[in-house]
């Protein structure tokens, strides 16, 4: 059998404690709830997912640079604070060319104004924000159809 077109799916800073990080704000389900649900949804759309998490920046630069070595279709970013911060994260992105679907599980511009701003948004495909957990399943059923 053909490999399956494999999907990124790059989490950031603090997203491993979801579930008990602020759950008025990001929800009750945690990081390995919304791995399961995507995984149920991927062998759905035929495609394979390789979902990760740091709380370090120079992971993600490295697992972006890797999507693009090793071909995957698609990556999946929830770059957490450091998309509000991050030009490195930035130029990594515009180094690739991989497509890439932003998403958070907030609407952050519904927040802060320091969330206003993202780095990773225009070198993205496009963005998902606001819809929690389920923004993880629309950003995969996106990022299959790409
Ligand atoms: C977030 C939004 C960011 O502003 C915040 O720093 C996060 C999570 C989200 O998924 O809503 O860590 O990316």
Redesign the pocket.
Known sequence: MATLPTIFVLN????NLLGTREPEI?GADTLDDIAGALEDRARALGVRIDMRQSNHEGHLIDWLHEANATGAKAVIL????F??TSIALHDALKSIRVPVVE????N?HA?EAF?HRSFVAPVARGTI?GFGAMGYELALDAAARL
């Open positions: 950031g800073p603090n997203l990001y929830n770059a957490g604070a998309t509000h998403v958070h599980l907030s952050p927040r969330r924000a």
